[in-house]
T-cell receptor, first 113, second 114 residues
Framework: DAKTTQPNSMESNEEEPVHLPCNHS???????IHWYRQLPSQGPEYVIH???SNVNNRMASLAIAEDRKSSTLILHRATLRDAAVYYC??????????????FGQGTTLQVKP | NAGVTQTPKFRVLKTGQSMTLLCAQD?????MYWYRQDPGMGLRLIHY???????AKGEVPDGYNVSRLKKQNFLLGLESAAPSQTSVYFC?????????????FGPGTRLTVT
């Protein structure tokens, strides 16, 4: 299973943009890059995913490097509610068609008012 | 549309007792998963199911059994609970195993074994 590397923690000020990086140098051609977040005492929540092109949705944007070895989750205006652990996960058929998600330590985002 | 629901939300067991955790999804998803999360850690896969009537082992299956008799339900059983099984348990479901499909998670069951 291809692995991802994320910083342990990051801080942001409220209403400022946040860029959360993720390295995945061993990504395979069929792996999608997924981001999930987990708010305190809640289950993980899907944020966004992409394969090659940059993606936008109502929650965030995902910028994918041209060589796909890294990606960045962008929260355009952080709010206090965005304080969570953010997980960057590769998902593809390489896991024996199980679809399982392999969670690392993630990045703990603190948002300061 | 309730998504993924889990029952119960909290439970305290004594060592050796048994219990069943219920996961239900109303999205007609084929794939269902049980994860556990220990304090300060990421989630780890216990068992999963790729369709009604099928189950398979994940990373940490010892001490747990599962059943998927109906497509919408995935049950996780602990036959003889141990303190090492104190954890938060999350159920998830997905339409497909492919990378273009996301997983939807339930709110979790917090289990304490004394």
């Amino acid at each position: 299973d291809a692995k991802t590397t994320q910083p342990n923690s990051m801080e942001s000020n409220e209403e400022e943009p946040v860029h959360l990086p993720c390295n995945h140098s061993t990504i395979s051609g069929t792996d999608y890059i997924h981001w999930y977040r987990q708010l305190p005492s809640q289950g993980p929540e899907y944020v966004i995913h992409g394969l090659t092109s940059n993606v936008n949705n109502r929650m965030a944007s995902l910028a994918i490097a041209e060589d796909r070895k890294s990606s960045t989750l962008i929260l355009h205006r952080a709010t206090l509610r965005d304080a969570a652990v953010y997980y960057c996960i590769l998902r593809g058929y390489g896991s024996g068609n199980t679809g399982k998600l392999i969670f690392g330590q993630g990045t703990t985002l603190q948002v300061k008012p | 549309n309730a998504g993924v629901t889990q029952t119960p939300k909290f439970r305290v067991l004594k060592t050796g007792q048994s219990m069943t955790l219920l996961c239900a999804q109303d999205m007609n998803h084929e794939y269902m998963y049980w994860y556990r999360q220990d304090p300060g850690m990421g989630l780890r896969l216990i068992h999963y199911s790729v369709g009604e009537g099928t189950t398979a082992k994940g990373e940490v299956p010892d001490g747990y059994n599962v059943s998927r008799l109906k497509k919408q339900n995935f049950l996780l059983g602990l036959e003889s609970a141990a303190p090492s099984q104190t954890s938060v348990y999350f159920c998830a479901s997905s339409y497909d195993a492919g990378g273009s499909y996301e997983q939807y998670f339930g709110p979790g069951t917090r289990l304490t074994v004394t």
